[in-house]
């Protein structure tokens, strides 16, 4: 993992925006640390780590926020949780974060700090800084049980944007997921700390919770994706609903809701399988779901952790919820949700199938790390079969090469007929060319062909290369 000194910020072609190089190699978990750690604190987060780094996942982002640990409350960015670094001593508990974040770092793990903009909860102490402050907030917000944060403060604006520049100075933490932007806070604060992290040599990383004009401050979003007319996806199963290249290049439901734009414009987009809003895993011990839709698909892919093992959905109940009468968690959210080492074990095919997705995404960074300025030129093209009942078909390819993506989700194995899109994916039809099935490493096919035929089991997918061979 190269540091920021020698990371590069690719413009984009009208010089309007730029983002570190590392961006377009990420893969997301989303992880609660009381819920994963060993002791409950950041201390004891090493065995997630190593998972994560086993997976072959680089990003984790870490909720909640890390000035709260309580709930997906907040406390103001001056406060660090006791309850997260185990250390009630300020120094003590940044050197807790920065160590947190230095062993990522190791494990080729970049970091992303969850912070909220709405305002502070009235919890454990939350409502010390609307005492001190007054006109840093407006009204109590029962919704949220806490002070709203008034933006229209221009010193407000000066702290919090102040204090962003502090946590990544103190902790060398990749960047941030900006809760409920950009409504609320709008652009301005997240602009300002940018900037000043820039010239202090920080590539930082911000990201946007629902749709935004990015405005060259968010440099995707976390729900990129809408249901009409506007509501995000909290889980993602567009592609289990419509057709997946279709909608790629057409951008539909890539949408930008606070401002005028053509959908889909952007350079990066996430695809969310779950997050912490999710009611529940999406995947399943789906290779469908996970592979076709994220891993493989021309986005970020996203999740909540539990998804590459099929974690059982078994709610708990803290202290938090107890004493100030939130929402049951059976009403709640995976947020609330218990992780359950166990069930890895138990579930170990399918994680290692999902490792050997990764790995083939990893392995060919020429075809799944290319990201044109605009998302609708994706290198992604159909591929077609001699079943049209199945979920559409596709190929991703560049420099001579197509991967192709072949979904069976029907509920029995099936024998297809695949024709290969050669005009499409930039290969000769005259020309011989050789079939690896990438998931078992064994060649399936070779010679003069325009389809080759494949084996699928029931909800399974094939990964195919395409690949011309040189003959003298």
């Known amino acids: ?236 199963d567009a592609f289990l609903e419509k057709n997946l290249v279709d909608m790629v290049k057409s951008g539909e439901e890539l949408v930008v809701r606070d401002e005028e734009a053509a959908p889909g414009k952007e350079r990066f987009y996430t695809y969310m399988l779950s997050c912490h809003d999710s009611k529940n895993y999406l995947v399943k011990g789906s290779p469908i779901a996970i592979g076709y839709q994220a891993i493989f698909a021309p986005f970020l892919p996203l999740w909540y952790i539990g998804e590459e093992w099929n974690n059982p959905s078994e709610f708990f109940v803290d202290y938090y919820y107890k004493r100030d009468k939130h929402p049951t968690p059976e009403k709640w959210s995976l947020y609330s949700n218990v992780i359950d080492w166990q069930a890895k074990e138990k579930n170990r095919d399918f994680f290692e199938q999902v490792k050997k997705m990764i790995r083939i995404r990893r392995q060919h960074p020429e075809i799944f790390e290319y990201f044109p300025d605009d998302h609708r030129d994706s290198n992604i093209c159909k591929v077609f079969t001699d079943r049209d009942d199945l979920l559409q078909a596709y190929a991703r390819f560049r420099d001579g090469k197509a991967i192709l993506i072949v979904p069976n989700n029907s509920g029995k194995p099936a024998t297809l007929q695949i024709s290969i899109p050669f005009r499409n994916v930039g290969l000769n039809p005259r020309d011989q060319v050789r079939i690896t099935d990438l998931q078992n490493d064994k060649t399936v096919a070779s010679g003069k062909m325009l389809n080759f035929s494949a084996q699928l089991p029931a909800g399974g997918l094939g990964v195919y290369l395409v690949q011309s061979v040189k003959t003298h």
């Open 1 to 236: 993992m190269k540091p920021d000194a020698e990371v590069r910020l690719e413009k984009s072609n009208d010089g309007t925006r730029e983002i570190p190089d590392w961006v377009k190699s990420l893969i997301i978990v989303e992880l609660r640390v009381d819920a994963v750690s060993t002791d409950g604190t950041l201390k004891g987060m090493e065995r997630a780590l190593d998972h994560v780094a086993e997976m072959g996942v680089n990003c984790v982002w870490i909720t909640p926020p890390l000035n709260d640990g309580n709930g997906y409350g907040n406390f103001g960015l001056h406060t660090i949780s006791p309850r997260l670094t185990g250390e009630k001593e300020r120094a003590e508990q940044w050197a807790v974060l920065r160590n947190f974040v230095v062993q990522a770092h190791k494990r080729n793990i970049r970091v992303l700090f969850d912070v909220i903009n709405w305002g502070v909860t009235k919890h454990e102490g939350g409502a010390k800084l609307p005492k001190e402050k007054p006109e840093w907030f407006g009204e109590y917000y029962p919704k949220y049980a806490g002070w709203l944060f008034n933006w229209k403060n221009k010193d407000f604006n000066e702290w919090y944007a102040s204090q962003l520049v502090e946590w990544v100075r103190m902790t060398g933490v990749d960047g941030f997921r900006c809760d409920c932007s950009p409504f609320y806070a709008g652009y301005g604060p997240y602009e300002t700390a940018k900037k000043r992290l820039r010239e202090l040599g920080y590539k930082t990383l911000f990201v946007a919770e629902w749709a935004s004009a990015r405005k060259n401050v968010f440099d995707f979003d976390q729900a990129s994706m809408l249901k009409a007319p506007d509501v995000p996806r909290w889980v993602g």
